[in-house]
């Protein structure tokens, strides 16, 4: 199994209906660069907003996955995102010229053919992977519906249904492996009661609704009038049950079809993760309510462990890059050199040391009697290690200097004291493009995280 990123070769294009709004819409799916992720872009509105695919935007879940940002909407976001990790991809731009994407059969099916027609592609970086060490759960007491993931050799899902209907029954579906999605899980179309299909024609939604992308189950007696709406609606001369109770003449593809499909939702829901995951999910009775929920969790506790996850380094081992080194890359000198070793230095990332010691000239101010080292240098200390990763791209670093353009989400978690020994690591955000570098930086001593900072700097050649 690959450990690199993936993306698409190109951009693919494909249209269909919203199935709420009755729309046209027009989705095309673009390649993203390495650590993007997957985000939907309104290229309908003004300035093309873009809204990255995390759980922290869910803002509710009826009849799909919704997400808002700054008052920009998606609907029902979970099959193409399903059909992205699916074909264990993880950078895709995706563009709407309307709030949801299209319907199609009601499965991830034409997203995948579409997808694989772009084709795929290796990138120069390694995946991000949360690797699941003890169980996580969530339960809701009032439905009763419940996640689990526990560890696994990789990423499975099955999922537990029962809905209390006759029609239906209980169903389970489980997938072993995420490259079996194609085969095994993509085709799944969505379903819906009768009853639930006459409160939603009711209210004037699934305008995008018919026959052809939702299986309906019969689980009331289908009425003289409600025969009629249902024609009216799906635009059809006439409305039967067959003999399997499913309204009309669909055929289904597996007679756990509905148990598919809920995994293909918990698979297209848990990508709001923002990271893949290597565990197996065990879902008993899911719906985008508690998927989503299950994902913010699990978003904050990767997000929790990252930053309690402190990189342990050898620092008796000859440095990558001793001061010298350093200088002859960076501008800054004495007594504004903040950094006194490079440890490790790739395309993406660096980590960097200084020693903090009682000879430093700002503890004569700061302050008198209780040295503590300004938070302000800390982020002048990580900028300058992350000045190396980005002088690291030109040939002539010399004739070249850095330059802060912005900080961002800068926290201080502990004082840094005279005798500490602080670890700086900077890995990019986005690539570095025109010498400008976007980059997360984290700040360690004593086995604590002391601050962290999202940066971006810029280098300009010396006239």
Known sequence: MSTKQKTI????SLSGVGIHTGNTVKMTIKPAPINHGFAFCRVDLEGS??????AEYVVNTQRGTNLEKNGVQIQTSEHVLAAAVGLDLDNLLIELDSSEPPIMDGSSKFFVEAIENAGIQEQDACINEYVVKEIISYKDEITGSEIILMPSAEYQVTTMVDFGTKILGTQNATLNKISDFKEEIAAARTFSFLHEIE????NDLIKGGDLNNAIVYVDKELSPRTMEKLKKAFNKENITIKPNGILDNLTLHWANEAARHKLLDVIGDLALVGTRIKGKVIANKPGHLINTQFA?????????????NIPQYNLNETPLMDIHQIMEVLPHRPPFLLIDRILELSDTHVVGMKNVTMNENFFVGHFPGSPVMPGVLQVESMAQCGGVLVLNTVPDPENYLTYFMKMDKVKFKQKVLPGDTIIFKCELITPIRRGICHMQAYAYANGKIVAEAELMAQISKIK
Not at 9 to 12: M, N, S, V
């Open 49 to 54: 907003p873009i809204i990255a695919a995390k």
């Open 9 to 12: 070769k190109r951009e693919i």
């Open 296 to 308: 913010k969790k699990l978003a904050q506790i990767i997000k929790q462990e990252k930053r309690n």
């Open 199 to 202: 409160m939603l024609i009711e």
